[in-house]
T-cell receptor, first 110, second 114 residues
Framework: AQRVTQPEKLLSVFKGAPVELKCNYS??????LFWYVQYSRQRLQLLLRHISRESIKGFTADLNKGETSFHLKKPFAQEEDSAMYYC????????????FGTGTKLQVIP | EAQVTQNPRYLITVTGKKLTVTCSQNMNHEYMSWYRQDPGLGLRQIYY???????DKGDVPEGYKVSRKEKRNFPLILESPSPNQTSLYFC?????????????FGPGTRLTVT
């Protein structure tokens, strides 16, 4: 069974401070991992996908297969980063079974 | 505009009264899914569909039905709703040809079952 763990329900940081949102996963195959963001009263939207290795809104995430982690990082938090962040794992092999973590609320304090 | 739409956005109903939540996408996506979002539990996949007439159970399928008769539509059916199905429901779609793009989500349907 696949599982995604986000250990922090709430992460509060001051504006300008570094941010790290943790995500650990359990999956027997090669995982496809994503980060989604949900701003207040809005729908979820894709933030990052592990295969692209790109930076979106200053956020980056590296897949560490040895530690089975996919932590989301940003060097300097902005107030507009305040939102719910979800890590998600999609099973490989053409299936669309997706497991989300329980989410971390990021609160950036001015 | 590329989008996923859901109707209704808000619904209050009573136990046992059958209801359907519609989901439609205009991006010609093959894959579609339904999720429920509950406080402290995040999003949990109810059902997903790989293409027309191809559906499979997610993690929490009990009490729900789906059908995929057309590529653009993926309705969620609650034959006999119960209070524990009170939740926020999201539909999502994604492309088989560009799987790395992740999913596009609908705006959500807030369902209350009394």
């Amino acid at each position: 069974a696949q599982r995604v763990t986000q250990p922090e329900k709430l992460l509060s940081v001051f504006k300008g401070a570094p941010v790290e949102l943790k995500c650990n996963y359990s999956y027997s195959g090669s995982p496809e991992l994503f980060w989604y963001v949900q701003y207040s009263r809005q729908r979820l939207q894709l933030l990052l996908r592990h295969i692209s290795r790109e930076s979106i809104k200053g956020f980056t995430a590296d897949l560490n297969k040895g530690e089975t982690s996919f932590h989301l990082k940003k060097p300097f938090a902005q107030e507009e980063d305040s939102a719910m962040y979800y890590c998600a794992l999609r099973s490989s092999g053409g299936y669309q079974k997706v497991t989300f973590g329980t989410g971390t609320k990021l609160q950036v304090i001015p | 505009e590329a989008q996923v739409t859901q109707n209704p956005r808000y619904l209050i109903t009573v136990t046992g009264k059958k209801l359907t939540v519609t989901c439609s996408q205009n991006m010609n996506h093959e894959y579609m899914s339904w999720y429920r979002q509950d406080p402290g539990l995040g999003l949990r996949q109810i059902y997903y569909s790989m293409n027309v007439e191809v559906t499979d159970k997610g993690d929490v399928p009990e009490g729900y039905k789906v059908s995929r008769k057309e590529k653009r539509n993926f309705p969620l059916i609650l034959e006999s709703p119960s209070p524990n199905q009170t939740s926020l429901y999201f539909c999502a779609s994604s492309s088989k040809g560009d799987p790395g793009r992740g999913q596009y989500f609908g705006p959500g349907t807030r369902l209350t079952v009394t």
